[in-house]
DNA sequence: ACAAAAAACAGAATATTATTCTGAATATGC
DNA sequence: GCATATTCAGAATAATATTCTGTTTTTTGT
């Protein structure tokens, strides 16, 4: 199966850096800063909306206006290798878990998960991460101050 | 010095759910779904952005559409408890880097950086974190699948 | 290099949406 | 309970999104 080519311009680049400051800029705005015809720069969205460089577009709320002031990465050590997939997706489906990655070292998952404070941490290590039986370790680590964090990606 | 006193309402998260999901929803369509008048819709979502709870509106970007392969996450160790806000702050200031967070332990550092292969990885530590001078040591985990990646907070 | 095909674009027309304003309804403070 | 502030809806207008058409530019095959 050979997947569609991907092939993006100068002009892409310059549209992506622009929605991923701001996604709610009007169409004009964006075909205005471009210099093109509105008609032509929705005509490019859409395209790499459909192709799937732009995933979608997200609001950026701050954790502490909604009570969600425990930041922490939680680190996971499991048995099998590879036949854990199932445990990850397990770990994805957590609401309070946003990101879970595969990292290299022996069959281990960092996740990071957003929380009201320790209690719900506790709550949830003990009515979701304990039916997780593949897992061999864990260490929680527990973020202080966070410093930068940002969804864009660098676009050169 | 008193904040402005943050009280959300279950419209208010409403909101929020609904703009993490698709920042460029329309306000009437916003409206809508809240069965409410446009205008009334309008004020309450300027008013979230006023007070900070929406920080702003982001694409979301597909990293391997733009030659962004390799996530990584480094541990950083440093010397000084408090005094070493400049080094985290440089680190801050380096595009690749997405996230810099203050964790529990021993004076330690956990960032996150997108970049498009391990050679800019080395041209990054040689370039810009060797200027850092406080750093003790350093762990670089890399990333072999991401299962989950959201910036999604969850809304109760 | 050349013609054919495809893609990108601009301009105009129309549909839809954003925004403002005013007054009513609702909640809040004292 | 009254005054004040907040929230809201409806209507009018300004701005934007979207579609369509034809042109220009770029790509492709030979």
Redesign the interface.
């Known amino acids: 199966m050979q997947r569609t080519e991907?092939n993006?311009d100068e002009t892409d680049?310059a549209i992506?850096r622009l929605?991923?400051?701001?996604?709610?800029m009007t169409n004009v705005a964006l075909a205005a800063k471009l210099k093109m015809a509105p008609s032509a720069m929705l005509e490019r969205v859409r395209k790499l909306e459909e192709?799937?460089?732009?995933?979608?577009?997200?609001?950026?709320?701050?954790?502490l206006?909604?009570d969600?002031d425990l930041?922490v990465?939680i680190f996971i050590k499991t048995k099998d290798s590879f036949a854990d997939d199932k445990s990850?997706?397990a770990?994805?489906a957590i609401?309070?878990?946003?990101?879970?990655?595969?990292?290299?070292?022996d069959d281990c998952?960092?996740i990071k998960a957003?929380l009201s404070g320790p209690t719900e941490l506790m709550e949830l290590k003990r009515s979701r991460f304990s039916k997780i039986s593949n897992i061999i370790s864990m260490r929680t680590?527990?973020?202080?101050?966070?410093?930068?964090?940002?969804?864009?990606?660098?676009?050169d």
């Open positions: 991907i993006l680049l992506l929605l991923q400051e701001d996604a709610r192709k799937g460089v732009i995933r979608g577009y997200s609001a950026v709320v701050n954790p206006a909604i969600k930041l990465f990850a997706r770990l994805a609401p309070q878990v946003m990101e879970v990655h595969h990292i290299a070292g998952y960092l957003r680590t527990i973020v202080l101050e966070t410093v930068k964090e940002s969804s864009h990606i660098s676009i």
